[in-house]
């Protein structure tokens, strides 16, 4: 069976014979170019296509009898590129025309499947001596995310991560941080330390003041625990911001 099969998820069926044409017949240019896209990307994989090509071939999958490349043109001017079209929010999707629960479906599997591989590498691991896999779990979740999120990476006491958590979502600038709550789960997991972690939907991963003061509460009420905390990282679209090496902590 091809890797990008067309047919429609079962639950998903009544969709995807809406946007059929009424003979049910594929279009044999349709057909034609998705069977040329398939064969590019298994000869040249990802780097041998534009962004707006790989969602093609997603979207293959939510329709399987319309050219599908006029929505995936859509997408990508809504939300300017690959990753942000991924991590899109479900209501910020359907405002786009053609988008509906299977193509919803097909992209947030997508989204999944990056999310579990990235964590696969940092989970059950020395954190600290793993930190480029690390890092890329935390772009990989975090930086195209349209609000801050905040996010805590429990260890133990070899420093292998044994909880990632998100303990609270905010807006497109703030995100409400509780030292007391986030020091209370470390004792309930056993934790020794931990690194804290959240995302600027502007891009850039400079520390506000609000970010510095709530980090210096969390580590305060670390201190009076007996836990460490190793880091607190800023996640930026391109780049990310180390407390610990920007002197912070």
Not at 18 to 47: E, T
Not at 70 to 96: K, Q
Not at 161 to 188: F, M, S, W
Request: net charge negative; proline share 5%.
């Amino acid at each position: 069976m091809s890797a990008f099969n067309e047919q429609p998820l079962p639950f998903l069926m009544d969709e995807a014979l809406s946007a059929a044409p009424v003979s049910g017949k594929q279009p044999s240019y349709i057909a034609d170019h998705r069977q040329r896209l398939r064969a590019r990307f298994m000869a040249g994989g990802p780097a041998a296509m534009p962004e707006y090509e790989l969602l093609e071939l997603i979207l293959f999958r939510a329709i399987s009898r319309q050219d599908v490349k006029p929505l995936a043109h859509a997408l990508m001017a809504r939300f300017g590129d690959f990753n942000r079209v991924l991590t899109a929010s479900e209501a910020r999707l359907r405002d786009v025309h053609g988008v509906g629960d299977a193509v919803i479906t097909e992209l947030k599997i997508v989204e999944a499947a990056a999310h579990r591989m990235a964590r696969s590498k940092i989970m059950q691991a020395p954190v600290l001596t793993s930190w480029d896999a690390l890092l890329d779990y935390c772009h990989t979740t975090m930086a195209h995310c349209e609000t801050e999120q905040f996010r805590v990476l429990y260890l133990d006491r070899k420093n292998v991560l044994i909880g990632d958590e998100e303990q609270a979502k905010g807006t497109v600038d703030h995100v409400p941080v509780y030292p007391r709550e986030v020091a209370k789960r470390a004792l309930e997991l056993n934790a020794s330390a931990l690194i804290l972690v959240h995302n600027h939907p502007s891009g850039d991963p400079t520390p506000s003041r609000s970010d510095i003061d709530m980090t210096a509460r969390v580590q305060a009420a670390c201190e009076a625990l007996g836990l460490t905390l190793h880091d607190h990282l800023i996640i930026g679209k391109s780049r990310e911001l180390s407390f610990r090496a920007e002197g912070y902590l």
